[in-house]
């Protein structure tokens, strides 16, 4: 599976945006980029996911390079609730069934 | 509610007993997933079983096992318990097929070996 690459850890203010970065030079043509949100001792919970245009829904933006090698994950207004690790990961539907291989995520903190 | 059920939510239990957990999957979801989180090795995943067959699988230990029933619920069999294996054990599901869909996580079974 193709490999991703975040940040340790982030911190953000309240209310403002927060621009989680993800890289993955190793793409192929067919992964899907997820995201997931794990908060504390709760189960991980999906974010989003995209293939190559932008995707937005409810909770977050996903903004995806032109060549797909990394991608952004947008909150637009940071609230403390948003405070967990945050995962990107490569999903390949065709190969291994679509697993889900997770990292160590990026921890965002977020100060009031 | 995830949509996703997974019973009990805490259990305690001896060394060298078994245990089995119990995951509901989202209702439609045919393919259903384990993972194992402890606190130093992260999100492990386990088993992957998809309409009662499986799938794919991870770092599975010879000691635990898993099915699939025909009413697409799941358990994962946990046996010889060792310390080591005190963890989170959460279960996910999605449409499979191939289809991109995201995927719903439960609420975890937070087991203890003592």
């Known amino acids: 599976d193709a490999k991703t690459t975040q940040p340790n850890s982030m911190e953000s203010n309240e209310e403002e945006p927060v621009h989680l970065p993800c890289n993955h030079s190793?793409?192929?043509?067919?992964?899907?980029i997820h995201w997931y949100r794990q908060l504390p001792s709760q189960g991980p919970e999906y974010v989003i996911h995209g293939l190559t245009s932008n995707v937005n829904n409810r909770m977050a933006s996903l903004a995806i390079a032109e060549d797909r090698k990394s991608s952004t994950l947008i909150l637009h207004r940071a609230t403390l609730r948003d405070a967990a690790v945050y995962y990107c990961i490569l999903v390949n539907y065709g190969g291994s069934q679509g697993n889900l291989i997770f990292g160590k995520g990026t921890k965002l903190s977020v100060k009031p | 509610d995830s949509g996703v059920t997974q019973t009990p939510k805490h259990l305690i239990t001896a060394t060298g007993q078994r245990v089995t957990l119990r995951c509901s999957p989202r209702?439609?979801?045919?393919?259903v997933y384990w993972y194992q989180q402890s606190l130093d090795q992260g999100l492990q995943f386990l088993i992957q079983?998809?309409?009662?067959?499986?799938?794919a699988k991870g770092n599975i230990l010879e000691r635990f096992s898993a099915q699939q029933f025909p009413d697409l619920h799941s358990e994962l069999n946990l046996s010889s318990l060792e310390l080591g294996d005190s963890a989170l054990y959460f279960c996910?599901?999605?449409?499979?097929?191939?289809?991109?869909?995201?995927?719903?996580f439960g609420s975890g079974t937070r087991l203890t070996v003592v």
């Open positions: 079983y998809y309409n009662g067959e499986e799938r």
């Open positions: 996910a599901s999605t449409l499979g097929g191939h289809l991109p869909n995201g995927y719903t």
């Open positions: 190793t793409i192929s043509g067919t992964d899907y």
């Open positions: 209702s439609g979801d045919l393919s």
